[in-house]
């Protein structure tokens, strides 16, 4: 690893109030090298090596969960004018934020392309042409693509940008309304998986009618909690119905030969999953990443005195080798001639989950100092046959806990009200998510949330039982979520 | 796997004559489910979930050696317009084919933007806030992108495309010229060897000048040759000099404290990597994968009779699990309920390096055929303790063979010529690579290419002993190469 771009002046994140979030994940996507938001277009940015691998890693996650019964394929970038405009609804959500390609060279082009904002458009012309036979059936396909959004709102890394670098978006076919039901929730499964390999708490909420996906008949979303209170949305599956289907002409033939519409899904996250895991695990010292998606998983620090440097760098690269063959583990020797605490400064500012400290004495009595960077706490292990199988444990139990941490603060900042009133005033105390009862009626909801002056996240459980709804008082059925969102 | 869209009256390509190798290349690319040409945009095509695999372990393959000493990063694929036009030779070579963003959604943007025909001008001004000291260099980064070229001339799927779906660019940052010399030719061996896993034979000649990149000092280029005879560049390598490093002004500190340019090579291969792969191994039966790239390295067959279906699929299985987990090989157990033959012209048809073929007589005998693609031939192997370093050992000399193979008829179609009358005798009769003498000079290598009207492809050698150029008659110093190209 190269420090890029590391400036004399840089200042200590240590010293840094995490309250001031917004300040905090700049900073830390700065200093731990995460990505470059000095490229010249506003809302575009640089994945920097040590981003990148985090990325990768959290992507080779994804896949592995989608490849199991789901086939990668790649889409074309852009899409032709007519193809994004023939279903008007979907259109209608996106044209204040379409990207067009109007020239070709110096040529103007015949018809415009659009850079794909999402790519039901691109996808599903060709899905009419493959789609044959009900025994074609269930198909399901996914694409990690960058799309673009011609954002007119504040942009963030990782969080609102004009290229999405990172967007995975699952599409799925299938021959009855009650398989298509299925499929959004076996979405919510493999985001649920998902999610927890991450440890990134999450609520699941059916979105309000007027915040869907356009031209879905439903969507369900997945929201993490950042620091700041503010709720950010990391995945979405939809329930497209026959919508897409009747105006992309797509059918199968029953056993009966007739023609059917199909029903379709879909689901996707974003580079918000990495912003969440950046957000969601960071703390003081800086980033803290999961062992599931760290670069390093290990890093071994030498502690050296002039006579024993020799000896303990060899005895560092026996300890290194293998953990990383026999092991499998991502390990790093820093033998960089440089002081101990620096390295350790910066390790624990880029979030790698185990540092291993290894000085003569530690040689001499067969020990290792281990320093979990989740805790921020030292212990000594004993080198012996089992060495391997006790940092594996201990890299297992990092994941564990600080999946569990994130929940639990998660949890403390749900908060149920019973009344306008209650909402306003914990809204004005602490920044969270508020659990509410409501009639389910959107003009109740639109009026509640002019009042509260946050957004109805969705339902979380419909119940016939829970009482009246706190803003109309009439008969409540949703136990529902309102939160200020990014 | 699923057949996408394989109709019934589909041809047969097993009848087809190899000469015709443009439309046995398109066939082999539908019926084997590798691209779909059908997108509504031409040039731009989808890549299905079999060529998608195929995709990724060549990639997988290339990471691979560039991971050892380069880092992956990722770079937006938009660049404002006065970036790109910075460099005034290198906008040149690529003005007519770029394409342009200028609106976003209804708004026309005050920049034009343009999507990335290679990025060049979107890194180097940020390597320019990158690159501090001496002690940074130095620096060797790749990306695999898409990237776009407004094609004129007539688009061929995975040679000749508008969106390059595929486009893996390594850029390196030195701070002597010595040290750009020698990545470039560090970078030939990183060629060389990815090229050999793949089973890939190139010539590796220096481009004259007037077709460099523009903005190099020279490039260098591996082309492999199509069975139609027309050569097919498959990577260049460029030393860039300090052309870009003054027009981004690229510069670092110098142990003395003074400011110097940098100098920068970079080196590139795009979906022809994939092109090559499928054009020169494939045969009359269709696709011909080298197990070091194919989605399923084995297909197991069984040959079932009703009364004996459980115990050979339960038999198969077992033969199939090991080979996956112990062997950690590709194995696809093919037990759907169709004709055996059926299934091996389909999967002879796909290309698959190694088909096991398992009947009860087999199973009562501990035997297994194993049929080769490549040589399709069959043999008869023993099931005992070491099956699995047996298949092993098959597959890498089916890697081994098809590359040999590769090699022996790519070297008897390159032809050493005397005369300019017997390079045009040569191209009437054989249509391969030409090996001539060559003065050097510009004037009299473009007078031969018009008299010959094929391309010099480049030097492969310098050599003050080789007699007289074969055109103007003076004194020949270069070894040359001239062939139709793609």
């Known amino acids: 690893m190269k420090c890029l771009y590391l400036t004399p002046n840089r200042q200590n994140i240590t010293g840094e109030n995490m309250s001031e979030f917004s300040e905090w994940f700049h900073k830390i996507l700065e200093e731990a090298e995460i990505i470059d938001v000095r490229y010249p277009i506003k809302g575009m940015h640089v994945w920097l090596p040590q981003g990148f691998k985090i990325r990768k890693n959290i992507l080779n996650i994804l896949r592995k969960i989608l490849d199991e019964d789901h086939e990668e394929l790649l889409f074309p970038l852009l899409i032709p004018e007519d193809e994004l405009e023939k279903e008007a609804i979907h259109v209608k959500g996106f044209e204040d934020e379409v990207y067009w390609v109007t020239h070709g060279g110096l040529t103007e082009l015949n018809k415009k392309l659009a850079l794909r904002p999402t790519s039901e458009t691109a996808m599903y012309p060709m899905f009419s042409l493959w789609v044959r036979s009900h025994g074609d059936l269930p198909l399901r396909f996914y694409q990690i693509v960058n799309t673009f959004r011609y954002e007119t709102k504040h942009t963030r890394p990782l969080i609102r940008v004009r290229e999405i670098t990172t967007f995975k978006e699952a599409h799925t076919i299938h021959s009855t309304k009650e398989d298509a039901e299925k499929q959004v929730q076996k979405a919510l499964e493999i985001y649920k998986r998902f999610f927890d390999k991450l440890g990134i708490p999450y609520v699941i909420t059916r979105r309000p009618p007027w915040d869907k996906f356009p031209g879905a008949e439903y969507t369900i979303a997945f929201d993490t909690l950042l620091p700041d209170g503010k709720t950010l949305q990391i995945g979405t599956v939809h329930n497209l119905g026959q919508t897409f289907a009747k105006t992309f002409d797509i059918t199968y033939e029953t056993p009966e030969g007739e023609h059917e519409y199909v029903y379709q899904t879909c689901y996707g996250v974003s580079d918000r999953i990495i912003a969440s895991v950046v957000g969601v695990h960071g703390d003081k010292s800086g980033l803290c990443l999961p062992p599931n998606v760290a670069p390093h998983q290990i890093v071994i620090v030498p502690i050296i005195f002039k006579e024993d440097a020799e000896e303990v760098l060899e005895f560092c690269q026996e300890l290194t080798d293998p953990l990383k063959t026999d092991g499998n583990l991502r390990v790093h020797l820093d033998s960089r001639d440089i002081r101990a605490g620096k390295k350790f400064y910066e390790w624990e500012m880029r979030g790698v989950p185990l540092r291993l ?121 949703f136990k529902t979520l309102l939160a200020k969102t990014y």
């Open 357 to 477: 400290e290894v000085g003569p004495r530690d040689i001499k009595h067969k020990n290792v100092v281990v320093f979990r960077r989740d805790k921020l706490e030292k212990e000594t292990i004993a080198i012996e046959k089992k060495f391997i199988d006790a940092i594996k444990f201990i890299l297992d139990s990092i994941n564990q806990d600080m999946k569990d941490k994130a929940w639990e603060s998660f949890n403390r900042n749900i908060k149920s009200v019973e009344t306008v009133d209650e909402a306003l005033e914990s809204l004005s105390k602490h920044r969270g998510i508020i659990s509410f009862n409501w009639c389910g009626e959107e003009s109740c909801g639109k009026d509640l949330e002019e009042k509260v002056r946050v957004d109805i996240l969705g339902i979380q459980k419909e119940d016939e039982n829970i009482g009246v709804c706190i803003n109309c008082g009439h008969k409540a059925t």
